[in-house]
């Protein structure tokens, strides 16, 4: 049973601050992760991909990958009142794989 | 289109009723999926269309679940008898390709379709 393990939070963080989401993952043959935003009652939006260990930087966002720790982070800098959400984590195994396994997700709240 | 479109947005239903709910992928992407949502949980994988064919099925929780994808294009996720449980948001993603690691793998999602069994 493939797992991927969010900390549901709530996570708060006052406006300008770092928020830092952390991912763990059962599977060890996995090859690709992702970190999804989604806001209250509308669907999942990418916001960063991940397939190589180290880090990745995109604007405010980056995510970090240890595979040998099984451990994918996010981390968002400055953060702002419009990146209150819920981030969700998902990993799909092998090249040849397709079928996304999503953490349960957590909620992030930035305090203005 | 330029998004993944869904319909209904909203679905009310009484238990045992069957229910259909629509996908219009993006134009030109040949995977398509469908998740469900339940509250407070992450999406959870049903089905995996490569083109017509439903190519992973293993999601689907029983036989009362089914999809369709007979053009290549459009899918549409069938239930039949429907119970209280089956109440969730039902998710439609799209991809260019599948399989590999790179970016014409990534799913972009519909609105989704919200079921209500009363």
């Known amino acids: 049973q493939k797992e991927v393990e969010q900390n549901s939070g709530p996570l708060s963080v006052p406006e300008g601050a770092i928020a830092s989401l952390n991912c763990t993952y059962s599977d060890r043959v996995s090859q690709s992760f992702f970190w999804y935003r989604q806001y209250s009652g509308k669907s999942p939006e990418l916001i960063m991909s991940i397939y190589s260990n180290g880090d990745k930087e995109d604007g405010r966002f980056t995510a970090q990958l240890n595979k040998a720790s099984q451990y994918v982070s996010l981390l968002i800098r400055d953060s702002q009142p419009s990146d209150s959400a819920t981030y969700l984590c998902?990993?799909?195994?092998?090249?040849?794989?397709?079928?996304?396994?999503f953490g349960k997700g957590t909620k992030l709240s930035v305090i203005p | 289109g330029a998004g993944v479109s869904q319909t209904p947005s909203n679905k009310v239903t009484e238990k045992g009723k069957y229910v259909e709910l629509r996908c219009d992928p993006i134009?030109?992407?040949?995977?398509l999926y469908w998740y469900r949502q339940s509250l407070g949980q992450g999406p959870e994988f049903l089905i995996y269309f490569q083109g017509t064919g439903a190519a992973d099925d293993s999601g689907l929780p029983n036989d009362r679940f089914f999809a369709v994808r007979p053009e290549g294009s459009v899918s549409t996720l069938k239930i039949q008898r429907t119970e209280r449980g089956d109440s969730a948001v039902y998710l439609c993603?799209?991809?260019?390709?599948?399989?590999?690691?790179?970016?014409?793998?990534?799913?972009?999602f519909g609105a989704g379709s919200r079921l209500t069994v009363l």
């Open positions: 998902a990993v799909k195994s092998g090249a040849g794989s397709y079928q996304l396994t």
């Open positions: 993603a799209s991809s260019l390709t599948a399989g590999s690691n790179s970016g014409a793998n990534v799913l972009t």
């Open positions: 134009s030109g992407h040949t995977a």
